[in-house]
């Protein structure tokens, strides 16, 4: 599994190092330049202090000589190009470089020479180059190495940093995980960082969806109960007065009303069904023209057997023109049913209940 806190670690981590390294190589460079400045200068004034003759034949070496490399290699040129001293015989330089600063190469690496003319003589002094590239890393490395030395550290830290700035989300986790499957109230926005605002905002439109979705299903539900609750019981009584039959032809007769009622039952399902299709957030309904008239027959045929057992005279007085409006048919048949359904409920037995349109 993927973790944001590790790769952010990582991430920082190696942005941290590059960061250092690239100011380590800053600081190389700088110190590499001004190191150079600083012995150039070095070698100027080493130069000037071999003008007297004295100095440089104290300091006189035997050819071979077993002593340690020093930081400079001095030697003194007369006026016919004799070399009249060698501070180190090993070291030997190329003969009478040009006057004043100059890199050259040997047989031990590259040179730092310093020319100077004095009185008919030309004394050279020179430095290794490694020695200037040595100072250069050794300042560079006193500021890598500590930052190298608190790398994991700063991973712990950064670890720890970070786990606090993803705390909001494990937040938001558990207040998701312990709800119950009814809890659908919005989450709080209060005092979420801008960061996780969004996230929390798009479970709060999931969660208004999700309650819409359930109020739908429990208005299904109920309006499936109260629809179907008139149909079964007119086919509980068409079944007894099938039962009551005197003879085969009435029995056959009464079945037929029953399969005829478990028809309009099962259109009345299937008007449910699409009336379920019809809630907020479906498509839009087909309106078509709808004879209001045949529509108001069938449902007296479907309510008829309730009407016969209560008494009630349900019916539908002539019309000769139909009565046409725009609409849904499903819809506006079980609109109908409703009112007819409450009409007999609330009619006194005995009672007559018309169906009338008109325009």
């Not at 991430?11 to 012995?39: F, K, P």
């Not at 040997?106 to 004394?123: D, E, M, N, P, S």
Request: charged share 20%.
């Amino acid at each position: 599994m993927r973790s944001i806190r590790r790769q952010l670690l990582l991430a920082l981590l190696a942005v941290i190092t590059l960061a250092t390294l690239a100011g380590a190589l800053a600081t190389y460079r700088t110190a590499r330049d001004e190191a150079g400045a600083l012995l150039d200068y070095q070698l100027r004034q080493l130069a000037l202090s071999f003008r007297d003759p004295a100095r440089y034949g104290t300091m006189r070496r035997e050819p071979g000589s077993d002593e340690d490399v020093e930081e400079f290699s001095v030697q003194i040129w007369a006026a016919d190009g004799t070399r009249i001293y060698l501070s180190h015989p090993r070291h030997e330089l190329p003969h009478q470089v040009s006057l004043g600063y100059a890199t050259v190469d040997t047989g031990l690496g590259k040179w730092r020479v310093f020319g100077l003319q004095q009185a008919g003589q030309v004394i050279q002094v020179a430095q290794p180059m490694q020695l200037r590239d040595q100072l250069a890393l050794a300042a560079a490395l006193r500021i890598v190495a500590p930052f190298l030395l608190l790398l994991p550290v700063l991973g712990v830290l950064i670890w720890v940093v970070i786990g606090r700035g993803l705390r909001p989300l494990d937040d938001v986790a558990q207040a998701v995980g312990t709800r119950t499957a009814v809890a659908l109230d919005p989450l709080p926005v209060r005092h979420v960082p801008a960061e996780v605002l969004p996230l929390v905002v798009a479970l709060n439109d999931l969660l208004m969806r999700l309650q819409r979705a359930l109020e739908q299903q429990r208005e299904f539900v109920a309006d499936a109960a109260h629809e179907l609750r008139t149909p079964l019981a007119a086919l509980t009584l068409q079944v007894q007065l099938a039962e009551r039959a005197a003879d085969a032809e009435a029995r056959a007769e009464a079945f037929a009303e029953v399969r005829g009622g478990l028809q309009r039952a099962t259109h009345s399902v299937q008007q449910l069904l699409t009336l379920a299709r019809l809630e907020p957030g479906a498509s839009e309904p087909v309106l078509q023209p709808v004879d209001l008239r045949q529509l108001a027959a069938q449902v007296i045929a479907d309510h008829l057997p309730l009407a016969e057992a209560r008494e009630i005279d349900l019916g539908a007085p002539p019309q000769q023109q139909p009565c046409i409006v725009s609409g849904e048919a499903d819809a506006l048949r079980i609109l109908l049913a409703n009112l007819v359904s409450n009409a007999l409920r609330c009619t006194p037995r005995g009672g007559r209940v018309d169906v009338v349109s008109g325009s």
